[in-house]
């Protein structure tokens, strides 16, 4: 039964290190947009006037949630998946 949960935590790390990968690259993004966003001059942008401003300014901070979302995600993954691996060792030291 000891193997059989240790290649459940072997393949609860390895989706785990998958979607700590798709997070980062979402990181990547998000770090590179403010970056551009911090670029920007502060006279004269051309966006179109406030709307255009308003609407890129929405973009950056959507992606910026989305990222956070994500982290969060997966720390309730991870949460999760390692509570039921410690309560099923749990039950394996009662027996």
Wanted: proline share 3%; aromatic share 2%.
């Amino acid at each position: 039964m000891e193997d059989k949960i240790t290649e459940i935590i072997v393949h609860l790390s390895h989706s785990h290190q998958q979607m700590a990968r798709v997070i980062d690259a979402e990181r990547h993004v998000s770090v590179r947009m403010a970056q551009i966003v911090h670029a920007i001059p502060d006279n004269d942008p051309a966006f179109d006037g406030i709307p255009g401003m308003l609407e890129n300014t929405g973009l950056v901070n959507k992606s910026v949630v989305s990222y956070l979302n994500a982290i969060a995600d997966l720390e309730e993954a991870m949460a999760e998946n390692l509570g039921l691996v410690i309560k099923e060792m749990r039950d394996q030291s009662e027996e």
